[in-house]
């Protein structure tokens, strides 16, 4: 072990990373603590060693350090954290220290916060609905237990409100299990996370919350570990507690900028819009950290929720974040300018891991055909309002016309809700067929005749 | 045993290591590195150093550590057990891994890749005495109840098979010796390949024979022969995984070996849960029995992920060798080239096109070059047809590796996003894909039906009619076109939704025979003829739409089973007499009361899946 020697020779500070000359025996992704003249100490990790040299990153960033009078000690292993049940109930910063002015975390069980990856043998196929009480999810793109589906928002849209309104009323039908939350902020403002600070404590969810917050005055460099020490913690609650742990991560796009500004200060060739070429599979080692085990009786659903630049889907980031996760939540600024909350969009929100979840002893048997149908229906209203701009809606069909109705209907009826509403999944459903009954029956070609003869009612359409 | 050299890190960057002291080593040969002994690979040799990339997270590891070498380059084992396995990139056993430390996968863990406890009964075919050759079947064993495993001479041995001996072995067990001027080859039930040298055979034959899938949209009009290559390239969301696992599914190979190259952990899982719940309509047996997966998910370390693709067609080419037909599906090419990618940059490679090296083109063709019909060592047909997935950045296909794959492929199955928005799967796009294929295979649909290509064009036409129609249509709408537009249009819907839309779910639908696959599209243009000719005599569109016959249309691919097509002929019977009682209600006045308000819409006929 070296942490007795201190180097005091630096070749360079650029970016977050410093340059340590001289050292040896020094181990890839080990801990580094900096010591600055005023006794400061920071924190920082090892990029890459040869036989003289070691390339650090210094996770609270390099503001204020000079080529002189600094001290490098290396720590001999990587970043570990201590993880227990305590933590619940606390806030802590990026690095996973308390800033809530209680003592720090006792634990003899420390955890490596890059943790491993997970053998695709063990895992479980995760199966169980999860209610959000939200109809848009609950009914047409539903989470389940053990998912990945991050929320693709923009700027200034409610993705803060959604993602809270699911951290309070998230449930299992099948069981009385409480879920767990775990909040993780990268380079968000003070009020974003107080927000969730509120909402969590007016609803009495804060006692079994952690909180880990990267502010946006924080160095950028801190966001890289920060989803790493939530998920660390989440892994031991879910995996050796036996806990339902939901971690929100938000905002992913401010990580990704983090992992672009370190490696550009590393010099690296950029791929797309300046972004590493490694950001899929840095991303895929934060995300993948979601699921269920086998022989293990806890979870991770994870809604990581990351803002698109110029509401852009294509951008490097909620494209790679779309091939990784299983579905996403796409917010609209079309129908957030309308008025409508959730402004959730019908047509690209999407969750793979609904054909598995739902339907029979699970929700309810319609659930899928309702889907469909309305996913379908729904994506007609959208083609009719395109011809209804062009041909004007007098010229219209008597059926387009009233699909528009439907779609109206749909829009401030099935998506619109408040954010104190929490609906159950029949109400969402019942909600469905009474838009779905506005239609012609013989419209409704994704639904078989028995659940129409039991459903559908024409009288109670909102005509 | 090779010689042993030694040597010591000098420099640690992400999954790349100089070392140096290893005089002898050769390019692609294995390295062994640090304490945990993580294996690595040769990539590179310097003057000064040696570059190694290791396929194990390497955090911790530093300048002097040891590394040791044998020699051999990286090497899979083939022989019995490889079916129904499930490996990671490097051939190591993701069963016996989770039994030896549990959920996670801990570094420099090392097991054997075939069972070296197993018994297989060996039955020789040839008696001791006999000459033999490289890539001869000298005897054979029941892998699965599946899969009977050919014992082959490996390639490069020849001479006098000295003994031989049968009943039960593992694979340890030393079962026959080769005796030639060369020495003594003492022959086991496995043997170990290099995954980057492609196994030799004695021709390259011209694929003739369809790979049939059971896939409409693929089989009927983009077929891919046997010993092809196709791609599928979709953005995220539009179904690339779930054709692929339809594929994996239902296609007629013999062997099937599925990569699962940087991608989700939970539908690797997903097929882990199905394959052996799945029964295969042709044997009655779980699809797991014909299946080897290949398993490094997109959060399993990134140099494995690299080398999984030449793991799993080694694989391939194994059980190409003992004359069967093996279909490789490797999901997704485009995370194989960002690993690419990402150890390019690493060492420092000038990139090209979007950061992707130079040698990215040639590093495809040589994957897909793997595929093939060909005649073995031992003068038997073997095949086997590579279908990769891709996956370009924000679904635009001239990205780098959509336009180099293409290049390579005879076959393109292109994923569209409006089709999968509409929820209509497989969403392969009629209007983007296309496939080389169709002189090779014509005569074996000829020789199920001579009308095959027929057919298949006026299909095509159809679809093509409509493509334009609808540019017209989103300005005008379509009350404005004439009648015999809007019954091309009708017709283009119908093919959408009662053939080309399939339902990987449903029991009958998911697997649709040749057979009914030629039948179900007759039935279509039978009504396209007839209505046609309706439409001259005054009948409407309207009125053809509202025929319950037609309405039925959609329901034909999930209600008749490929066992009993008569149903078809029935069908067609009864929609010949419908249409004739159109007509025979012209000219002398119709009334119109079997119209409802949608009838005239063709969209109202989409899916009939439910």
Same mark, same amino acid.
């Given at each position: 072990?070296?942490?007795?020697?201190?180097?005091? &020779?630096?070749?360079?500070?650029?970016?977050?990373?410093?340059?340590?000359?001289?050292?040896?025996?020094?181990?890839?992704?080990?801990? !580094?603590?900096?010591?600055?003249?005023? %006794?400061?100490?920071?924190?920082?990790?090892?990029?890459?060693?040869?036989?003289?040299?070691?390339?650090?990153?210094?996770?609270?960033?390099?503001?204020?350090?000079?080529?002189?009078?600094?001290?490098?000690?290396?720590?001999? =292993?990587?970043?570990?954290?201590?993880?227990?049940?305590?933590?619940?109930?606390?806030?802590?910063?990026?690095?996973?220290?308390?800033?809530?002015?209680?003592?720090?975390?006792?634990?003899?069980?420390?955890?490596?916060?890059?943790?491993?990856?997970?053998?695709?043998?063990?895992?479980?196929?995760?199966?169980?609905?999860?209610?959000?009480?939200?109809?848009?999810?609950?009914?047409?793109?539903?989470?389940?237990?053990?998912?990945?589906?991050?929320?693709?928002?923009?700027?200034?849209?409610?993705?803060?409100?959604?993602?809270?309104?699911?951290?309070?009323?998230?449930?299992?039908?099948?069981?009385?299990?409480?879920?767990? $939350?775990?909040?993780?902020?990268?380079?968000?403002?003070?009020?974003?996370?107080?927000?969730?600070?509120?909402?969590?404590?007016?609803?009495?969810?804060?006692?079994?919350?952690?909180?880990?917050?990267?502010?946006?005055?924080?160095?950028?460099?801190?966001?890289?570990?920060?989803?790493? !020490?939530?998920?660390?913690?989440?892994?031991?609650?879910?995996?050796?507690?036996?806990?339902?742990?939901?971690?929100?991560?938000?905002?992913?796009?401010?990580?990704?900028?983090?992992?672009?500004?370190?490696?550009?200060?590393?010099?690296?060739?950029?791929?797309?819009?300046?972004?590493?070429?490694?950001?899929?599979? #840095?991303?895929?080692?934060?995300?993948?950290?979601?699921?269920?085990?086998? %022989? @293990?009786?806890?979870?991770?659903?994870?809604?990581?929720?990351?803002?698109?630049?110029?509401?852009?889907?294509?951008?490097?980031?909620?494209?790679?974040?779309?091939?990784?996760?299983?579905?996403?939540?796409?917010?609209?600024?079309?129908?957030?300018?309308?008025?409508? *909350?959730?402004?959730?969009?019908?047509?690209?929100?999407?969750?793979?891991?609904? =054909?598995?979840?739902?339907?029979? %002893?699970?929700? &309810?048997?319609?659930?899928?055909?309702?889907?469909?149908?309305?996913?379908?229906?729904?994506?007609?209203?959208?083609?009719?309002?395109?011809?209804?701009?062009? $041909?004007?809606?007098? +010229?219209?069909? #008597?059926?387009?016309?009233?699909?528009?109705?439907?779609?109206?209907?749909?829009?401030?009826?099935?998506?619109?809700?408040?954010?104190?509403?929490?609906?159950?999944?029949?109400?969402?459903?019942?909600?469905?067929?009474?838009?779905?009954?506005?239609?012609?029956?013989?419209?409704? *070609?994704?639904?078989?005749?028995?659940?129409?003869?039991?459903?559908?009612?024409?009288?109670?359409?909102?005509? | 045993?090779?010689?042993?050299?030694?040597?010591?890190?000098?420099?640690?960057?992400?999954?790349?290591?100089?070392?140096?002291?290893?005089?002898?080593?050769?390019?692609?040969?294995?390295?062994?590195?640090?304490?945990?002994?993580?294996?690595?690979?040769?990539?590179?040799?310097?003057?000064?150093?040696?570059?190694?990339?290791?396929?194990?997270?390497?955090?911790?590891?530093?300048?002097?550590?040891?590394?040791?070498?044998?020699?051999?380059?990286?090497?899979?084992?083939?022989?019995?057990?490889?079916?129904?396995?499930?490996?990671?990139?490097?051939?190591?056993?993701?069963?016996?891994?989770?039994?030896?430390?549990?959920?996670?996968?801990?570094?420099?863990?090392?097991?054997?890749?075939? #069972?070296?406890?197993?018994?297989?009964?060996?039955?020789?075919?040839?008696?001791?005495?006999?000459?033999?050759?490289?890539? +001869?079947?000298?005897? +054979?064993?029941?892998?699965?109840?599946?899969?009977?495993? =050919?014992?082959?001479?490996?390639?490069?041995?020849?001479?006098?098979?000295?003994?031989?001996?049968?009943?039960?072995?593992?694979?340890?067990?030393?079962?026959?010796?080769?005796?030639?001027?060369?020495?003594?080859? @003492?022959?086991?039930?496995?043997?170990?390949?290099?995954?980057?040298?492609?196994?030799?055979?004695?021709?390259?034959?011209?694929?003739?024979?369809?790979?049939?899938?059971?896939? &409409?949209?693929?089989?009927?009009?983009?077929?891919?022969?046997?010993?092809?290559?196709?791609?599928?390239?979709?953005?995220?969301?539009?179904?690339?995984?779930?054709?692929?696992?339809?594929?994996?599914?239902?296609?007629?190979?013999?062997?099937?070996?599925?990569?699962?190259?940087?991608?989700?952990?939970?539908?690797?899982?997903?097929?882990?849960?199905?394959?052996?719940?799945?029964?295969?309509?042709?044997?009655?047996?779980?699809?797991?029995?014909?299946?080897?997966?290949?398993?490094?998910?997109?959060?399993?370390?990134?140099?494995?992920?690299?080398?999984?693709?030449?793991?799993?067609?080694?694989?391939?080419?194994?059980?190409?060798?003992?004359? *069967?037909?093996?279909?490789?599906?490797?999901?997704?090419?485009?995370?194989?080239?960002?690993?690419?990618?990402?150890?390019?940059?690493?060492?420092?490679?000038?990139?090209?096109?979007?950061?992707?090296?130079?040698?990215?083109?040639?590093?495809?063709?040589?994957?897909?070059?793997?595929?093939?019909?060909?005649?073995?060592?031992?003068?038997?047909?073997?095949?086997?047809?590579?279908?990769?997935?891709?996956?370009?950045?924000?679904?635009?296909?001239?990205?780098?590796?959509?336009?180099?794959?293409?290049?390579?492929?005879?076959?393109?199955?292109?994923?569209?996003?409006?089709?999968?928005?509409?929820?209509?799967?497989?969403?392969?796009?009629?209007?983007?894909?296309?496939?080389?294929?169709?002189?090779?295979?014509?005569?074996?649909?000829?020789?199920?039906?001579?009308?095959?290509?027929?057919?298949?064009?006026?299909?095509?036409?159809?679809?093509?009619?409509?493509?334009?129609?609808?540019?017209?249509?989103?300005?005008?709408?379509?009350?404005?076109?004439?009648?015999?537009?809007?019954?091309?249009?009708?017709?283009?819907?119908?093919?959408?939704?009662?053939?080309?839309?399939?339902?990987?779910?449903?029991?009958? #639908?998911?697997?649709?025979?040749?057979?009914?696959?030629?039948?179900?599209?007759?039935?279509?243009?039978?009504?396209?003829?007839?209505?046609?000719?309706?439409?001259?005599?005054? !009948?409407?569109?309207?009125?053809?739409?509202?025929?319950?016959?037609?309405?039925?249309?959609?329901?034909?691919?999930?209600?008749?089973?490929?066992?009993?097509?008569?149903?078809?002929?029935?069908?067609?019977?009864?929609?010949? @007499?419908?249409?004739?009682?159109?007509?025979?209600?012209?000219?002398?006045?119709?009334?119109?009361?079997?119209?409802?308000?949608?009838?005239?819409?063709?969209?109202?006929?989409?899916?009939?899946?439910?």
């Amino acid at each position: 072990m070296n942490t007795e020697i201190e180097y005091t &020779r630096l070749s360079g500070i650029s970016g977050p990373l410093i340059f340590v000359e001289g050292v040896r025996g020094v181990g890839l992704g080990e801990i !580094v603590e900096i010591r600055d003249a005023s %006794g400061a100490v920071r924190m920082g990790q090892t990029l890459e060693v040869d036989e003289q040299r070691a390339v650090v990153q210094v996770f609270e960033g390099t503001s204020g350090l000079a080529m002189q009078g600094l001290r490098v000690a290396f720590v001999g =292993k990587a970043l570990e954290i201590p993880v227990d049940r305590d933590m619940l109930g606390r806030v802590f910063d990026g690095l996973g220290r308390p800033i809530d002015g209680s003592p720090q975390v006792i634990s003899d069980r420390m955890m490596n916060v890059n943790g491993l990856p997970v053998n695709p043998w063990s895992r479980e196929y995760p199966r169980d609905f999860i209610q959000t009480g939200i109809s848009a999810i609950d009914g047409m793109n539903t989470l389940i237990r053990g998912q990945k589906l991050p929320i693709f928002s923009g700027s200034g849209m409610p993705h803060n409100l959604i993602a809270a309104q699911i951290a309070r009323q998230a449930r299992i039908l099948t069981a009385e299990e409480e879920f767990i $939350v775990i909040f993780a902020a990268m380079g968000v403002k003070f009020d974003v996370a107080q927000f969730f600070i509120d909402s969590l404590q007016e609803s009495g969810v804060l006692t079994h919350s952690a909180l880990f917050l990267s502010l946006a005055d924080a160095p950028s460099i801190e966001r890289l570990v920060t989803p790493r !020490v939530a998920l660390t913690l989440a892994e031991y609650l879910a995996f050796e507690e036996g806990m339902h742990v939901l971690v929100i991560l938000t905002d992913m796009t401010n990580y990704c900028e983090a992992l672009r500004e370190l490696s550009s200060s590393r010099g690296e060739i950029p791929s797309r819009k300046g972004y590493p070429g490694y950001l899929y599979s #840095d991303l895929a080692a934060i995300y993948e950290r979601a699921g269920r085990l086998k %022989g @293990h009786k806890g979870s991770i659903t994870q809604m990581p929720i990351l803002t698109m630049p110029s509401d852009d889907i294509s951008h490097p980031v909620p494209d790679l974040t779309g091939y990784i996760t299983e579905g996403q939540i796409v917010l609209d600024r079309e129908l957030f300018n309308k008025g409508i *909350y959730p402004p959730i969009a019908g047509l690209p929100s999407l969750s793979r891991l609904m =054909k598995d979840g739902i339907g029979v %002893g699970r929700t &309810r048997n319609d659930h899928a055909q309702v889907a469909a149908q309305l996913f379908a229906s729904y994506a007609k209203v959208k083609r009719i309002r395109a011809l209804a701009a062009i $041909v004007g809606e007098e +010229e219209l069909s #008597d059926v387009d016309k009233i699909y528009l109705k439907f779609g109206a209907a749909f829009e401030e009826q099935f998506l619109s809700q408040d954010n104190e509403e929490n609906r159950s999944i029949e109400q969402t459903l019942d909600i469905g067929w009474r838009m779905l009954s506005i239609l012609p029956r013989d419209e409704l *070609y994704r639904i078989t005749k028995e659940e129409i003869q039991r459903y559908y009612m024409p009288e109670r359409g909102v005509k | 045993m090779d010689e042993m050299i030694k040597g010591r890190v000098i420099a640690v960057n992400g999954p790349i290591v100089k070392a140096v002291g290893l005089d002898g080593i050769r390019m692609y040969d294995i390295a062994e590195v640090g304490p945990d002994r993580l294996i690595g690979e040769v990539i590179r040799l310097l003057d000064d150093a040696t570059v190694i990339q290791v396929y194990e997270d390497n955090t911790g590891l530093r300048p002097g550590d040891e590394v040791v070498s044998y020699c051999r380059p990286l090497s899979v084992l083939l022989g019995p057990g490889l079916i129904a396995n499930i490996y990671d990139g490097i051939q190591r056993p993701l069963v016996g891994i989770s039994e030896a430390c549990g959920s996670y996968i801990k570094k420099g863990i090392k097991l054997p890749p075939l #069972d070296e406890k197993r018994l297989w009964e060996f039955h020789p075919l040839v008696e001791a005495g006999a000459r033999v050759h490289p890539g +001869e079947i000298i005897g +054979e064993l029941q892998e699965s109840p599946l899969v009977v495993h =050919k014992v082959l001479i490996p390639p490069g041995i020849s001479g006098t098979l000295t003994s031989i001996i049968d009943g039960a072995h593992t694979i340890m067990d030393e079962i026959y010796t080769v005796e030639s001027d060369a020495g003594i080859h @003492h022959g086991r039930l496995a043997e170990y390949w290099p995954v980057r040298k492609p196994r030799p055979n004695r021709l390259r034959k011209k694929p003739h024979i369809p790979l049939i899938t059971g896939q &409409r949209v693929i089989d009927f009009f983009f077929p891919i022969a046997r010993g092809g290559t196709a791609a599928i390239p979709g953005g995220f969301g539009t179904g690339k995984t779930m054709t692929q696992h339809a594929l994996a599914k239902w296609c007629n190979a013999d062997i099937i070996v599925y990569i699962g190259c940087g991608e989700r952990g939970n539908e690797m899982t997903d097929v882990l849960t199905d394959f052996p719940k799945l029964i295969d309509e042709r044997n009655g047996r779980p699809l797991i029995e014909r299946t080897v997966m290949i398993a490094n998910t997109s959060n399993m370390p990134v140099p494995a992920r690299e080398v999984s693709i030449y793991t799993g067609v080694t694989i391939a080419e194994y059980y190409r060798d003992m004359g *069967y037909s093996v279909a490789v599906m490797a999901d997704s090419t485009s995370r194989w080239a960002e690993a690419l990618r990402e150890l390019a940059s690493r060492l420092g490679d000038m990139p090209a096109e979007e950061g992707f090296p130079p040698y990215l083109a040639t590093r495809l063709a040589e994957f897909y070059e793997r595929a093939g019909f060909v005649e073995t060592l031992s003068g038997q047909d073997g095949d086997i047809t590579i279908i990769g997935a891709v996956s370009p950045p924000g679904g635009d296909f001239s990205e780098p590796v959509t336009q180099h794959t293409s290049r390579f492929v005879r076959c393109f199955w292109a994923l569209d996003k409006g089709l999968a928005d509409a929820r209509h799967y497989p969403s392969i796009s009629w209007i983007d894909s296309y496939t080389e294929y169709l002189p090779d295979i014509e005569n074996w649909w000829k020789n199920l039906d001579s009308q095959w290509l027929a057919v298949r064009n006026e299909a095509m036409s159809i679809l093509l009619e409509d493509n334009r129609l609808q540019q017209v249509v989103k300005l005008v709408g379509s009350d404005a076109l004439p009648p015999v537009q809007q019954f091309v249009l009708f017709v283009a819907e119908m093919i959408k939704n009662a053939f080309l839309q399939q339902n990987a779910f449903d029991p009958i #639908d998911k697997f649709c025979s040749p057979e009914k696959q030629i039948k179900l599209l007759k039935v279509i243009l039978e009504l396209h003829h007839r209505g046609v000719d309706l439409l001259k005599a005054g !009948v409407t569109v309207r009125e053809i739409a509202a025929l319950d016959v037609v309405s039925q249309m959609v329901r034909l691919k999930s209600e008749v089973p490929n066992q009993d097509l008569d149903q078809m002929g029935a069908y067609s019977n009864r929609l010949a @007499h419908g249409l004739d009682s159109l007509m025979s209600g012209y000219p002398e006045g119709h009334a119109d009361a079997r119209c409802d308000a949608g009838a005239l819409d063709p969209t109202k006929l989409a899916g009939g899946t439910a």
